[in-house]
């Protein structure tokens, strides 16, 4: 019987912590068997042997655009690892560790159409208050005794600057078909069942607790993606979507909010690419006070809405 997310953060279940570790333990076998199966595929479609396979993939991630079909090959790379990493270990486990079903990621009845709606806009309004997060994250500093984990993680950042703009450099419309169901869809979904449908929930019932778990499910989200001066930002955002799940009850809201904030990116990006736009929203900075002001306003404002509107859904029980 499915319980509501009000009974489960108010009822400390046994043994919560161990069931984490063989999460833990599900995504990590499933990291290798992606990565595995991410380099037979390659080697399949480019005819290499393991040594050849091996240089290829040094020189993708070092210099990607030297590699013939280097892009669609980063996208494979990417989509393997990222579906077996997060999507298909958390399925796994959600369905053969906790014995239950893709229902039972909800626990309130669906919202009303206007919840869909506000899900989707509120990340978009959210844009100005996160970008000044950016840019304090950006512009940390590290003590001088520390200037050698500055400089290796500046330099992991400047990696994964060159990866992302060699993979959102595209201008037809067929690769934005791919980017977004391989770097948008993809991610939203494991991500999201992962850390807000498992974890976030599994910490609440550890914790009794709801809004600890959410922050620490936020974090443990954004740490996982290794990029440090983003934390911030990502955190921030994890919380959202945390508590867009929390008050809707439905995980698919959480869902639209993730892939709509990160395919707006990219559809800005794929704008620009092909001159429509002038602006390369990767470069924008901090915006403007009064848009961050508005945007502060505008998304308490909405997400009062969801959460009032959330309290008037009967849960399931």
Request: proline residues 3%; hydrophobic residues 55%.
């Given at each position: 019987?499915?319980?509501?997310?009000?009974?489960?953060?108010?009822?400390?279940?046994?043994?919560?912590?161990?069931?984490?570790?063989?999460?833990?333990?599900?995504?990590?076998?499933?990291?290798?068997?992606?990565?595995?199966?991410?380099?037979?595929?390659?080697?399949?479609?480019?005819?290499?042997?393991?040594?050849?396979?091996?240089?290829?993939?040094?020189?993708?991630?070092?210099?990607?655009?030297?590699?013939?079909?280097?892009?669609?090959?980063?996208?494979?790379?990417?989509?393997?690892?990222?579906?077996?990493?997060?999507?298909?270990?958390?399925?796994?486990y959600w369905f053969y560790m906790e014995r239950k079903?893709?229902?039972?990621?909800?626990?309130?009845?669906?919202?009303?159409?206007?919840?869909?709606?506000?899900?989707?806009?509120?990340?978009?309004?959210?844009?100005?208050?996160?970008?000044?997060?950016?840019?304090?994250?950006?512009?940390?500093?590290?003590?001088?005794?520390?200037?050698?984990?500055?400089?290796?993680?500046?330099?992991?950042?400047?990696?994964?600057?060159?990866?992302?703009?060699?993979?959102?450099?595209?201008?037809?419309?067929?690769?934005?078909?791919?980017?977004?169901?391989?770097?948008?869809?993809?991610?939203?979904?494991?991500?999201?069942?992962?850390?807000?449908?498992?974890?976030?929930?599994?910490?609440?019932?550890?914790?009794?607790?709801?809004?600890?778990?959410?922050?620490?499910?936020?974090?443990?989200?954004?740490?996982?993606?290794?990029?440090?001066?983003?934390?911030?930002?990502?955190?921030?955002?994890?919380?959202?979507?945390?508590?867009?799940?929390?008050?809707?009850?439905?995980?698919?809201?959480?869902?639209?909010?993730?892939?709509?904030?990160?395919?707006?990116?990219?559809?800005?990006?794929?704008?620009?690419?092909?001159?429509?736009?002038?602006?390369?929203?990767?470069?924008?900075?901090?915006?403007?006070?009064?848009?961050?002001?508005?945007?502060?306003?505008?998304?308490?404002?909405?997400?009062?809405?969801?959460?009032?509107?959330?309290?008037?859904?009967?849960?399931l029980v």
């Amino acid at each position: 019987m499915q319980k509501s997310y009000s009974n489960l953060v108010h009822t400390r279940v046994p043994g919560t912590l161990g069931g984490l570790l063989v999460l833990v333990g599900f995504v990590l076998i499933g990291m290798a068997v992606g990565n595995v199966l991410a380099i037979l595929i390659l080697a399949l479609l480019s005819g290499s042997d393991a040594d050849s396979i091996t240089g290829l993939l040094t020189t993708l991630f070092a210099d990607p655009e030297s590699v013939p079909n280097g892009w669609i090959s980063m996208m494979i790379l990417q989509g393997t690892v990222h579906f077996f990493s997060y999507l298909l270990p958390s399925l796994l486990y959600w369905f053969y560790m906790e014995r239950k079903d893709l229902s039972d990621f909800n626990f309130r009845r669906k919202p009303a159409p206007t919840v869909w709606f506000l899900a989707a806009i509120v990340v978009l309004i959210f844009i100005p208050v996160n970008s000044q997060f950016i840019e304090w994250n950006s512009s940390m500093v590290f003590p001088e005794s520390w200037s050698w984990l500055e400089q290796w993680m500046r330099e992991k950042e400047d990696q994964n600057a060159m990866l992302t703009q060699f993979m959102t450099n595209y201008q037809q419309i067929g690769q934005l078909i791919i980017a977004l169901t391989v770097v948008v869809l993809l991610p939203a979904l494991g991500e999201e069942v992962l850390f807000r449908g498992i974890i976030q929930r599994k910490l609440a019932q550890h914790w009794a607790n709801v809004h600890i778990a959410i922050w620490v499910s936020a974090a443990i989200f954004s740490a996982i993606h290794f990029q440090f001066y983003g934390f911030l930002p990502r955190m921030i955002l994890g919380a959202l979507f945390g508590y867009l799940y929390y008050w809707s009850g439905r995980l698919s809201v959480a869902i639209l909010a993730h892939f709509v904030n990160n395919g707006f990116v990219l559809v800005m990006m794929f704008l620009y690419n092909i001159k429509v736009l002038d602006t390369n929203i990767e470069e924008v900075k901090v915006m403007p006070l009064t848009a961050i002001l508005a945007s502060i306003v505008l998304t308490t404002a909405i997400l009062f809405e969801i959460r009032r509107s959330g309290s008037k859904e009967k849960t399931l029980v």
